[in-house]
């Protein structure tokens, strides 16, 4: 396949290099590779003799080669933004169907985010499980199973909605929390609210009274040891629902036995994470084989830490994963730990990828929140002069139009001028609607509205709070 590369004479090593192992020709168009016109484009094929099956230019150029494409009968498409991703795009060109709109490294991204989605689908139709939930597969082969807690359930206003929410963010198991202040009445109160919810519910109490409350509900029961084993393993077991089993002054294998003699036969078995600092690598030492499913309390480490969770849940799945864990825990407690349950899917998604290769990278999804993976090398500002800018000083000078407060609700940005709201989940959409309706006439309070809306859609992007005047 014959391919031309303009690029410009900053990004020209780079893509000369990225080139080389394809025998692409490059040729520089000028000092920036993103300001290449059409006209140039047609100049350089015409001085090649267009002799090329396809164009590839950088994915910055905004330009439309919809002309030279009819001149020469060649494909003009967008390569990727950033040159030093050029060796990918080139190296994936028989899979890859590029574009003329839309840069090559976005294309890319997508595709490989839907195989690595397939291929884990694929996985689990193919894996044999050691048991079923209905029909969600417990064990064995198949993929590490996330269930989310809600803890006081009976307490939760808008119960409902936070199922689904977790449901969406990729939870298998729902988890009802019951305090010792429940009532079997609120246990009942809370499986039938929920009732005609397609997923597997687990109630978490230690209560033999709230335990047999939840039984014909439940699918699964949090926890079952030595002391309450013989008031409701019997009703558990008929119940034919599922159990975790977990150590308390028994072993974990002494309450296995148990449950075994109770007639309980699809049993889940706890070790009990420890957090950071109370025995968290101490407990991890007792997470071996013991003939059934491993639970796995990731939550209960991520809520006692002050740490971003992405990296934290990432990290927990990956010794998950190589303990051979079936079911982990993760909770939202906190406002520090929103985000969670989309988290350890993610993370549990990238270890099931990570199985027939040394490490969990370049798998097609990723957990990068803030930070990147690699740098890009944008070509360096061209000026002939220089003046520092220095501190704002004077009065501030009020728009005659009126202030306008900003906030977020309910996953907006919200604009106040007046008594009337403006909406919307982009920062620029608000904007131009304010320049439109002439809602503010000073260029300071416009630039400085851009900054405070700027803020809030970052704000709901990352989940974060957001504070006017404040820093984000």
């Known amino acids: 396949m014959r391919i031309l590369l303009p690029t410009g004479e900053i990004a020209y090593p780079v893509v000369r290099e990225a080139a080389e192992k394809y025998k692409a020709d490059v040729v520089s168009a000028g000092r920036i590779a993103a300001f ?27 330009a439309d080669f919809s002309g030279v494409r009819k001149k020469f009968g060649i494909p003009v498409y967008l390569g990727p933004r950033h040159a030093a991703d050029l060796e990918l795009i080139l190296g994936s060109l028989n899979d890859l169907k590029l574009s003329e709109k839309i840069p090559a490294d976005e294309l890319i991204t997508s595709m490989k985010k839907s195989e690595a989605l397939s291929k884990i689908m694929e996985r ?21 199973k996330i269930l989310s807690e809600i803890m006081d359930a009976h307490k939760v206003p808008n119960l409902r909605e936070m199922v689904f929410e977790f449901i969406e963010s990729g ?24 009732s005609g919810i397609s997923t597997v519910f687990a109630a978490d109490t230690q209560e033999p009274e709230l335990i047999r409350a939840a039984l014909g509900y439940a699918d699964i029961i949090l926890s079952l040891h030595e002391e309450n084993m013989p008031f409701i393993g019997r009703e558990v077991a008929k119940s034919g629902a599922a159990a975790v089993i977990v150590p308390n002054e028994n072993t974990l294998e002494e309450n296995i036995r148990m449950a075994e003699n109770e007639g309980i036969k699809k049993i889940i078995a706890d070790p009990l994470l420890q957090p950071a600092g109370s025995g968290l690598l101490k407990s991890l030492s007792n997470f071996r084989d ?27 799945a990956a010794i998950a994963m190589e303990a051979g864990v079936s079911v982990i ?8 730990t929103k985000g969670s349950v989309r988290e350890m899917r ?90 439109k309706e002439e809602r503010l006439s000073l260029m300071d309070h416009a630039a400085y509205l851009g900054k405070e809306l700027y803020k809030a859609e970052l704000a709901l992007k990352f989940g974060r709070s957001y504070e006017q005047d404040g820093p984000f």
């Open 124 to 144: 689990e139709e193919c894996s044999k499980p050691d048991f079923y939930i209905r029909d969600l597969k417990i064990g064995g082969g198949s993929k590490i």
């Open 329 to 336: 825990f993760t909770s939202e407690h906190s406002d520090k």
């Open 171 to 194: 939870a298998d198991i729902i988890d009802l929390g019951f305090g010792f202040d429940a009532s079997p009445g609120d246990v009942k109160s809370v499986f039938e609210e929920l």
């Open 346 to 435: 993610r993370a549990c998604d990238m270890m099931a990828l990570a199985s027939d290769r040394p490490y969990p990278k370049d798998l097609g999804i990723d957990l990068f929140c803030i930070k990147e993976k690699r740098k890009r090398r944008e070509p360096p500002l061209t000026y002939s002069t220089c003046d520092e800018a220095g501190e704002i000083y004077g009065d501030i000078e009020f728009d005659p139009s009126g202030n306008i407060r900003i906030g977020i609700e309910d996953g907006y940005i919200v604009a106040v001028h007046g008594n009337r709201a403006i909406k919307g989940k982009k920062w620029d959409d608000i904007f131009h609607l304010l320049l």
């Open 290 to 316: 013991y003939g059934y499913p491993l639970f796995f309390g990731a939550g209960n480490v991520v809520e006692l830490i002050d740490a971003d969770s992405p990296g934290a849940n990432a990290l927990l």
């Open 36 to 62: 290449l016109t059409p006209k140039k484009l047609s100049d350089i094929l015409s001085e090649k003799g267009g002799k090329y099956d396809m164009v590839i230019v950088s994915g910055m150029c905004t």
